[in-house]
């Protein structure tokens, strides 16, 4: 997610360290000049993709702070993400996309976007009413990063549910009450394949190597996940070579 201010060019990304979020993150900084990555810690089964966000951040010259909402793992258990000694992580490919897997968070996604808009709306009224931006001057977005092509099938991923937040952000809000400000939801990637997102994060320069994917924490990816079993799909589409993956 990346939030910007139009008017002071403030702004802040939410990086979760994968492929994804990294692409939209690259794509982000050339949108505002001044960027802060947010990177949410909810109790997930291991501290890899947060690390990794904090490299990809420095690599691209954004500042970087780590929320703890470790909180989130205490009402979002039922996922494999969070609970992991109760659901293991699934590895048949095959089952990708026939229905929502156990790796999906309840509401992790809608619980981000509510986050990530509160602090863009903080951001967005202090400019209008303690700096004097005027609202006319003023555009609030968030950038965020699903998918709905090559996925595990979650569904807060698809472009209707974004549709739907974005209303319910003008309805909820002092920006859309007061000020008739949208809160944007611009969503880059989410009609793209793994494959077009790989060649959009290299055009974009960003830093693959330092992205992390896999579900488990190991030293390399496991390659059977359905993160990993994605991630490799969409890099032997697009032609181009994995790093993160040993060879020769």
Same mark, same amino acid.
């Given at each position: 997610?990346?939030?910007?201010?139009?008017?002071?060019?403030?702004?802040?990304? #939410?990086? =979760?360290?994968?492929?994804?979020?990294?692409?939209?993150?690259?794509?982000?900084?050339g *949108?505002?000049?001044?960027?802060?990555?947010?990177?949410?810690?909810?109790?997930? +089964?291991?501290?890899?993709?947060?690390?990794?966000?904090? *490299?990809?951040?420095?690599?691209?010259?954004?500042?970087?702070?780590?929320?703890?909402?470790? &909180?989130?793992?205490?009402?979002?258990?039922?996922?494999?993400? +969070?609970?992991?000694?109760?659901?293991?992580?699934?590895?048949?490919?095959?089952?990708?996309?026939?229905?929502?897997?156990?790796t999906?968070?309840? #509401?992790?996604?809608?619980?981000?976007?509510s #986050?990530?808009?509160?602090?863009?709306?903080?951001?967005?009224?202090?400019?209008?009413?303690?700096e004097?931006v005027?609202?006319?001057?003023?555009?609030?977005?968030?950038?965020?990063?699903?998918?709905?092509?090559?996925?595990?099938?979650?569904?807060?991923?698809?472009?209707? &549910?974004?549709?739907?937040?974005?209303? +319910?952000?003008?309805?909820?809000?002092?920006?859309?009450?007061?000020?008739?400000?949208?809160?944007?939801?611009?969503?880059?990637?989410?009609?793209?394949?793994?494959?077009?997102?790989?060649?959009?994060?290299?055009?974009?320069?960003?830093?693959?190597?330092?992205?992390?994917?896999?579900?488990?924490?190991?030293?390399?990816?496991?390659n059977?996940?359905? =993160?990993?079993?994605? *991630?490799?799909?969409?890099?032997?589409?697009?032609?181009?070579?994995?790093?993160?993956?040993?060879?020769?």
């Amino acid at each position: 997610v990346s939030c910007g201010v139009v008017g002071d060019e403030s702004g802040g990304v #939410l990086l =979760s360290g994968g492929l994804d979020s990294t692409t939209v993150t690259a794509y982000a900084v050339g *949108r505002s000049d001044h960027l802060t990555a947010m990177t949410f810690h909810y109790g997930q +089964t291991h501290g890899k993709e947060v690390e990794c966000a904090a *490299r990809v951040a420095a690599v691209l010259g954004v500042a970087h702070t780590m929320l703890d909402v470790a &909180f989130l793992k205490d009402v979002a258990w039922y996922s494999a993400l +969070t609970s992991p000694e109760a659901f293991a992580v699934p590895k048949d490919a095959s089952a990708i996309g026939t229905g929502i897997p156990i790796t999906y968070v309840p #509401l992790r996604n809608t619980m981000f976007l509510s #986050l990530s808009a509160a602090l863009l709306e903080s951001k967005v009224l202090h400019a209008i009413e303690v700096e004097g931006v005027p609202a006319s001057e003023v555009a609030a977005r968030l950038y965020m990063a699903p998918n709905a092509i090559d996925y595990s099938g979650y569904p807060d991923c698809r472009p209707e &549910f974004y549709e739907q937040m974005a209303k +319910t952000l003008r309805l909820g809000s002092k920006l859309g009450a007061k000020y008739d400000i949208d809160i944007e939801i611009e969503t880059p990637i989410i009609h793209l394949s793994k494959a077009e997102i790989v060649q959009m994060a290299v055009e974009l320069g960003a830093p693959l190597d330092l992205t992390w994917s896999c579900y488990e924490g190991g030293e390399i990816p496991c390659n059977e996940c359905d =993160s990993c079993v994605l *991630r490799a799909k969409g890099f032997a589409e697009a032609g181009v070579t994995d790093p993160l993956i040993p060879h020769g």
